[in-house]
């Protein structure tokens, strides 16, 4: 089985210390993060409205969140040193929301996916977590949210046929240790195992499964910090 899970943020460089394109403190702004999904594309760079906001951001990793003007933005992006887009995208924003864009699917096919977060805080003692499906090279999965060192041969899927580019709801969780099991829908053939995760109440967490970096397997796991 591959046992690999990465915690991010990794602080990728920002070119424009915490703001993309406004000043603090005004009630027309969201915030955005940006991961970069695709497994076989190079490290690239992201503009938002012309300007560059990250540079040289690698596969399998993602920004903090930053601030935007709410409204249609245009998001850019393309090749680290390059001037030619392979995402050229105008999502639109709304007012005090928060936003995850991930640049998904293989190179020749690359697209934004762009999800809205609750980052509201869960309920006392609780977790929020969603799961998202980044792996091209992997058909729909089952998902497995369970107590560490869990038979996973005698339990029931949390998560069932997960297609590539779905997004679970958030599943509201008491806190405490878990372990997640990604399973090819309908089997328990393990593809890929977090080992425990620690998770204290009030955190909300995105988990996102990608391929091996270039393409396939071993598959791998991302888990965004979105609270606390």
Known sequence: MTRLFRLLPLGLLLIAANVFLVGCGSDEESRVRVVHASP?????DVLVDGKSVLTNVPFGTASDYLTVKAGARQIEVR???????VINAKPDFASK?????LAEDFV???MPQVLIDNNSAPDSGKVRVRVVHGAPSAGPVDVYVVAPGSDISIQTPTISNLGFKSVTDYLSVPAGSY?????????????????????AAGQVRTAVALDAAGGGTPLTAILLADLN
Do not use: R
């Open 40 to 44: 076989d594309a190079p490290n690239v």
């Open 79 to 85: 090749a680290t040193g390059t001037s030619q887009d």
């Open 179 to 199: 372990e997640v099991f990604v399973t090819p829908t309908g089997t328990k053939t393990v593809a890929i195992s977090t080992g425990t995760i620690a998770l």
């Open 97 to 101: 929301k928060d936003y995850t864009i």
């Open 108 to 110: 020749a096919n690359i």
